[in-house]
């Protein structure tokens, strides 16, 4: 008897394969591959079989190298790669079961289980888009699962994107309406309140409620919501007490069931019969009143308008009749079309009743079947005008509460952004002031309203702004960034930088995009340590800021001016300043005298310490601290003046016999017969003082020297200092 081949061992394993003997099919298979591994080794069919078996066994790893030997020879054995993928999951190996899902997934489109399998695996490797991907797909595989449609708005809710609470709210609205579980709505009522849409939170977790009393986590957030309903129900309480009353009610939506309802009762739908009879009874009463009606709160219709109302009855889709009945049943609705009453658009009626009132109307108009889409463009237009009449006016009242009131109320559509057109105008607006302040910046008359103002920015309201809804975020951004383009032209072009943190202050409040937020928190930072350092070094300049009397005259210096008694130069405008100390021996008496002279443009000072009955020693104090303070206040300013007028060339300062050029120091050598003129570098000059006198020195080629007297020679006194600072000047410039 011949022994057996490999394809009959193989065969024999297939039949323990089918018959799920795990241990008898792996015994074939490794017969098999012993007979003919070559064989074996091309089949792979034989490796898939083998992992499964493995995998069975609990033999993960082995289960692996079978699956991935499969693959290796039959790329598109999309079985093996989602087994293949189940190995590494169970491995968790997550980013190899991702790869092997994801080719998977490509072989077979609609294969449910890879993609429930990618979804696991982006949620936990963090991979948001993969995770928005695998449950929007699964959603449109399954589109009867609400689970996957939940998990679409999971998804989205968890991936930060500025257009992910939106999306969402859809998928968790859109499962709600596939089953009765109370998560669904629960879930909806969390992303209206990071959406700051109380109103609809408070009507999701009623809805929820609804659907089974008692539900823990929506009693919880509703009692957590509680106050804040409270007290914005009454803002709007307050608000609508104080309207004008509508002069023309009904003006922007007319429901024609309500026109009906005046001559018949209407309990449910008519149909078209009722319909017609109801339609030519109040056509009758019209024109037996002059072809006006005075009904409706004391609106006055003319016949023509009232025709024109009731044909929409006559619609051969057959929509607008649902529409306008779904807004009769419900008045709330209803009300707030016709009249734009915000009590109504509000909604306030028992936001906490128990169930079965526990169910909001916006909720139960979900279950009419009305073509959703299409009612809400329907209703879009009246809406849209009511609404954005009432925002109007609260931002004309400058109040945030009342503007956060209207905002977290119920809007009729998911994507809500056009119903805050006036909000963006508000801040198009503020956007343009902003602009008109930079502008005034290039004025004079703009510069000193920047200095003189305290409260530059007094005419912004951050709470007015932070209380417009999330739809308005981007503006709300837009405005952070002109206010910090604005802090940043004050600081950089003009030096106010006081005023520059206060318009950072403002904008670093606002609730801006997280990007903005933290550049203006540490704009915000380093203007605040730019103003300390400022302050500290004021504080160390005060010290020096000196009002000295010497008897009846008064000497006083601080970093703008230097003045004695009523004859004042500003320190922008000093062109000269020379001081010293002589002493003499008269007949075996010694005198001192202390001499200060400052020069500006069209007048001087000049100041003698040593007075007629005051000590030499009050005279050397009162020298010493006059002097001190000119060094500190007046001459860093006075010395780099006329440094950065020598090196670009604009002009030339004489000291004694000194000329101090763009190319260096011009001086004169020699007797009257043979004189010689120089042109001496900067960097060739040394000084040193001596008894009075400033001596300057150089060689070049032949040695040269000059005695200055400090307190003769205007401007000795900085000769030295001015020269290290156009050597430093000229050196930078070569560099």
């Not at 002069?247 to 005046?262: D, G, M, S, T, W």
């Not at 994507?415 to 290039?442: P, V």
Request: glycine residues 6%; proline residues 5%.
């Amino acid at each position: 008897m011949s022994a057996p081949t490999y394809s009959e061992l193989k065969e024999l394993g297939d039949r323990f394969y089918k018959a799920k003997k795990w241990e008898q099919a792996l015994k074939a298979y490794d017969e098999s591959e012993e007979v003919d591994i070559l064989a074996a080794s091309e089949d792979d069919d034989f490796y898939f079989k083998r992992g499964f078996v493995f995998f069975e066994l609990n033999r993960l790893d082995e289960a692996q190298d079978a699956y991935e030997q499969c693959v290796a020879l039959n790329e598109d054995h999309s079985a093996a790669w989602t087994n293949l993928a189940l190995c590494h999951r169970n491995l968790e190996n997550w980013e190899e079961a991702k790869d092997a899902y994801r080719t998977a997934t490509e072989l077979t489109p609609a294969a449910t289980k890879c993609w429930e399998g990618l979804a696991l695996c982006a949620e936990k490797l963090g991979d948001k888009t993969l995770r928005i991907e695998a449950a929007e797909t699964l959603a449109s595989l399954l589109p009867e699962s609400s689970y996957w449609r939940n998990e679409v708005g999971r998804a989205h809710l968890s991936s930060g994107g500025s257009s992910g609470e939106w999306r969402a709210l859809a998928a968790f609205l859109e499962s709600s309406r596939l089953d009765n579980d109370p998560c669904h709505p629960s879930n909806a009522a969390l992303v209206y309140r990071r959406l700051n849409k109380w109103l609809d939170a408070a009507d999701a977790y009623r809805e929820a409620l609804h659907r089974k009393p008692g539900y823990a986590p929506s009693e919880k957030g509703l009692e957590e919501i509680k106050q804040r309903l409270e007290n914005l129900a009454a803002k709007v309480r307050d608000f609508a007490a104080n309207l004008p009353p509508c002069k023309q009610p009904y003006e922007r939506y007319l429901n024609p069931f309500e026109i009906l309802a005046v001559n018949g009762r209407l309990v449910e739908m008519p149909d078209g019969s009722a319909l017609r009879k109801l339609k030519q009874r109040v056509i009758q009463q019209i024109q037996l009143n002059d072809g006006r009606a005075d009904w409706l709160e004391g609106a006055e219709i003319g016949e023509s308008r009232v025709r024109q109302i009731l044909d929409d009855l006559d619609d051969e889709s057959g929509l607008k009749p649902r529409w306008h009945w779904v807004i009769y049943e419900c008045p709330e609705l209803n009300r707030f079309l016709s009249h734009g009453d915000p009590l109504y658009f509000a909604f306030f009626s028992a936001p906490f009743a128990p169930p079965p009132l526990a169910r909001p109307p916006y909720w139960q108009m979900r279950d009419k079947k009305c073509g959703e889409d299409a009612f809400f463009a329907f209703i879009h237009s009246p809406f849209l005008a009511n609404f954005e009449t009432l925002l109007a006016q609260a931002l004309d009242l400058n109040d945030p509460e009342l503007v956060q009131a209207l905002s977290s109320g119920r809007l009729p559509a998911v994507d809500a952004f056009d119903y805050f057109r006036r909000a963006n105008k508000w801040m198009e607006a503020k956007a343009s002031e902003i602009k008109g302040y930079m502008e005034g910046l290039a004025t004079p008359e703009g510069i000193d309203w920047w200095k003189q103002t305290p409260d530059p920015m007094a005419w912004f309201s951050v709470p007015l702004a932070n209380a417009l809804p999330d739809e308005c975020k981007a503006g709300r951004t837009e405005l952070g960034r002109a206010l910090r383009s604005l802090g940043i032209d004050l600081h950089n072009e003009h030096g106010l930088t006081d005023q520059a943190l206060k318009a950072t202050g403002v904008a670093s409040q606002l609730l801006v995009a997280e990007g903005l937020a933290d550049q203006l928190k540490k704009d915000k930072a380093e203007l605040e340590r730019i103003l300390k350092e400022r302050k500290k070094q004021e504080a160390e300049e005060a010290k020096w800021n000196k009002k000295i009397q010497i008897r009846s005259d008064e000497f006083e210096v601080n970093k703008d001016f230097v003045r004695y008694n009523s004859v004042k130069i500003p320190a922008d405008e000093i062109t000269g300043l020379k001081f010293g100390i002589f002493r003499q021996i008269v007949n075996g008496i010694a005198s001192s005298s202390y001499l200060i002279d400052i020069r500006g443009r069209g007048t001087s000072i000049s100041t003698e310490c040593k007075r007629v009955f005051r000590s030499e020693d009050q005279a050397q104090a009162d020298f010493t601290a006059i002097l001190e303070a000119v060094l500190h206040q007046l001459i860093p300013g006075f010395v780099i003046k006329l440094a950065e007028l020598i090196t670009s060339g604009k002009g030339t300062v004489q000291i004694g016999s000194l000329l101090l050029t763009q190319h260096g120091v011009q001086c004169e050598t020699g007797s009257l017969w043979w004189k010689k003129q120089h042109t001496v570098p900067f960097t060739a000059w040394t000084f040193f003082d001596q008894q009075g006198h400033v001596h300057a020195s150089a060689k070049q080629p032949e040695p040269i020297s000059f005695s200055l007297d400090r307190r003769a020679v205007w401007n000795a006194v900085i000769v030295e200092k001015l020269v290290e600072i156009i050597k430093l000047i000229q050196s930078q410039a070569k560099k």
